[in-house]
């Protein structure tokens, strides 16, 4: 048997999945919507991943989680590794592309900029305060237009004089569409536009003050539209590389941190099987109040976070 | 004030509660009410009644006042400060009488920071039957109270993580603060302070060969008050870092260097820049220079002079090669967020030190 590694990426809007062996090779990858049940997807997705690698070969011997929701599926899955998605993005682009100066990530609803010097992370940023630069805005601007956000890209690079749309905020920006297209702007050009909107909110907001240096690759769901691409490509003036990957960077980048890690428990699909629920539960020991979650998997507790302090933890019942 | 006995309360701000009920127990001869610790209910209540765009140590002040107020006070003090909280005395008072609470509001931006003299005069407002004697006296031992605590307290910080058996410096450094509520003289918080240091140093630590070093630098309030910044120091000592704070009162107010920090920054900074932000740009190079892992600026939501001093903290930055994370809380900061952006820059210096 070969050992082979898991890492799963649980963002807001999607969900994103890696099998990797022992070089950092990808055997098998999956990437599918979160919609708002990050443990349902993770069972989807884990049924997707089963069947696209040689399981009399490879045995998954360590799991990573990373993405938003990477404490709840870690405690579902087992995990040896929970990452923060900063350092696991920033591991799985450096496997990629060693020499990396500058990473771009732009997801469903955050979006960083990470800076490398030597293979290691040296400074990073993550948008605090608006969603404009990121694809959930993208997503609902292609909705309001009538087209797939998947065709944005494309139609956005047949504009040859991209409408000037305000990118400051979320809300004006979506304002100052609507008044665009209402003053009979062409609607490949607002879409040309709303891409470099989405560049400007994103140099402005998330990389504000900090020196982008070449090379730069673009990862995270918004890097597939290649409209975005140009225009970072003519902010920035220099080359963008986005892997066909670009998506998975995360997953990557865990996968690589549970090898690493050398924790190893062998990982069986079974779980998909088993039945995992949550409930809050509103601590009322003090003035607090913190919310504590508790896991269950087939009814069993099998572990709680989010007590602030001692008094509010639920032990586990062996 | 009436009849009522005058029972005094100010908003919580670290472990300073313990000389405030000193001096106003001893020195100035009224009750003394200590708002009980902020809670996610204290800053719930506070921005209930607070303008939505003020600052976040705004809304903690006034939550502890209310709760300050259920807990028996009846006359409120606030201080004045070198930027917005010079005003937020008279708005509060304003909010508070409001919502009908009868309380008295003593508020020292009325009184002359240069002049001792005119705080006396504040004073006796809560007190008319003041000895000059008494509060001079009291007054000087709440100082030095101030002094050891804040030196107790960077003890603490730069141990706290390496404990071979967890929790003893915190329940150490408890028991210390109430003892201090016990002290009647100086020399009374000078042994208590020998004891306790004593003790603090025999807990056993174990520290590794190549420590990690953060300092952490920013606004007045949020860095010295940990619930408003979501006890960012804990977080990080316990992870194995050793951590650096400048900012307490001792430092600010009782010793301020302000002439050497405008000289150590003359190279980034030309002009006074109000409030922390001096301090918060010199601590900031000083440790640069020194070779720091990082270091972590805090503020509350739209502090002026914190922002001000951030494009000055980038260019040191990249000067320095150091890392700085920058932290903006207000009452609806997700801790989440926080977590993730903590570990990642635990991450980031953690890897940075294994290459060199």
């Not at chain 1, 062996?21 to 993770?42: C, Q």
């Not at chain 1, 209402?182 to 994103?202: F, M, P, R, S």
């Not at chain 2, 004891?195 to 060969?209: E, F, G, H």
């Not at chain 2, 001096?278 to 000083?286: D, H, W």
Request: aromatic share 8%.
């Amino acid at each position: 048997m070969k050992k082979a590694y898991l890492g799963i990426d649980i963002g807001s809007i999607s969900t994103k999945g890696v099998i990797i062996d022992e070089n950092n090779k990808i055997l098998a990858s999956e990437y599918l919507w979160t919609e708002g049940n990050p443990i349902d997807a993770v069972k989807r997705l884990l049924k997707a991943l089963e069947t696209q690698f040689k399981k009399k070969t490879y045995q998954i011997v360590s799991v990573g989680t990373t993405g938003s929701a990477r404490k709840l599926i870690g405690a579902m899955v087992g995990a040896s590794v929970v990452k923060n998605e900063i350092t696991a993005h920033a591991i799985g682009t450096t496997s990629l592309y060693p020499d990396v100066r500058t990473i771009l990530e732009i997801g469903g609803q955050d979006s960083k900029i990470i800076l490398i010097e030597d293979g290691i992370v040296v400074d990073y940023a993550m948008n605090t305060l608006c969603a404009a630069g990121t694809g959930s805005f993208l997503s609902s601007q292609a909705k309001r237009l009538g087209v797939e956000v998947e065709e944005f890209g494309k139609i956005a690079l047949t504009s040859k004089n991209p409408t000037n749309i305000a990118a400051r905020c979320t809300v004006f920006a979506e304002s100052d569409l609507v008044h665009k297209a209402q003053i009979g702007h062409k609607k490949e050009d607002i879409i040309a536009g709303l891409c470099k909107a989405v560049v400007t909110n994103y140099l402005n907001n998330v990389g504000k003050g900090k020196k982008i240096l070449p090379p730069i690759v673009f990862q995270g769901g918004v890097s597939k539209n290649i409209g975005v691409t140009k225009a970072f490509e003519e902010a920035t003036g220099h080359d963008v590389i986005v892997d066909p990957n670009s998506h998975l960077m995360g997953a990557l980048g865990v996968a690589i941190l549970a090898k690493k890690s050398k924790v190893e428990n062998e990982f069986s699909f079974d779980i998909t099987d088993m039945e995992f629920s949550t409930i809050g539960i509103e601590c009322q020991k003090c003035a607090n109040h913190c919310e504590i979650i508790c896991v269950y998997r087939d009814k069993k507790m099998i572990d709680s976070w989010g007590n602030r302090c001692e008094n509010g933890a639920i032990p586990i019942k062996k | 004030m009436g009849m009522d006995k005058c029972k005094v309360a100010f908003p919580r701000f670290g472990n300073y509660h313990i000389p405030l009920e000193f001096l106003f127990t001893k020195g100035l001869g009224v009750e003394y009410i200590t708002p009980p610790p902020s809670t996610r209910r204290t800053l719930e209540l506070g921005a209930k009644y607070s303008p939505d765009y003020v600052c976040s140590p705004f809304k903690f002040n006034l939550g502890n006042y209310i709760e300050a107020i259920e807990a028996g006070a009846n006359t409120l003090v606030q201080t004045g400060g070198t930027c917005r909280l010079g005003y937020y005395g008279e708005l509060q008072e304003q909010i508070l009488k409001d919502l009908g609470y009868n309380v008295h509001f003593i508020n020292m931006s009325r009184a002359n920071y240069n002049n001792p003299l005119t705080f006396y005069d504040e004073f006796k407002k809560i007190n008319p039957n003041l000895s000059l004697k008494k509060v001079t006296s009291s007054l000087i031992t709440m100082l030095k109270m101030v002094e050891c605590i804040d030196e107790i307290d960077d003890f603490v910080r730069q141990n706290v993580g390496f404990e071979v058996h967890e929790g003893e410096i915190e329940k150490l450094h408890e028991e210390y603060l109430n003892s201090l509520r016990t002290v009647e003289t100086k020399k009374d918080v000078e042994k208590i302070t020998k004891n306790y240091k004593k003790k603090l140093k025999d807990v056993k630590v174990k520290k590794p060969k190549n420590l990690m070093k953060v300092g952490i630098v920013g606004e007045y309030y949020t860095i010295m008050e940990p619930f408003s910044n979501h006890f960012i120091e804990k977080e990080l000592a316990k992870k194995g870092i050793v951590i650096y704070r400048w900012m307490n009162v001792t430092n600010s107010i009782l010793h301020n260097n302000g002439k050497e920090q405008k000289k150590t920054i003359k190279p980034y900074v030309k002009y006074y820049m109000g409030a922390t932000s001096m301090a918060t740009i010199y601590k900031t190079l000083e440790w640069a220079k020194e070779g720091f892992d990082g270091i972590v600026h805090v503020k509350s939501f739209g502090c002026t002079p914190e922002i001000d001093a951030m494009p000055v903290l980038q260019r040191i930055s990249n000067d320095y090669k150091i890392p700085i994370l920058y932290f903006s809380f207000d009452s609806q900061t997700s801790e989440t967020g926080i977590q993730t952006r903590l570990e990642a820059f635990y991450d980031m210096i953690m890897m940075r030190k294994e290459k060199r």
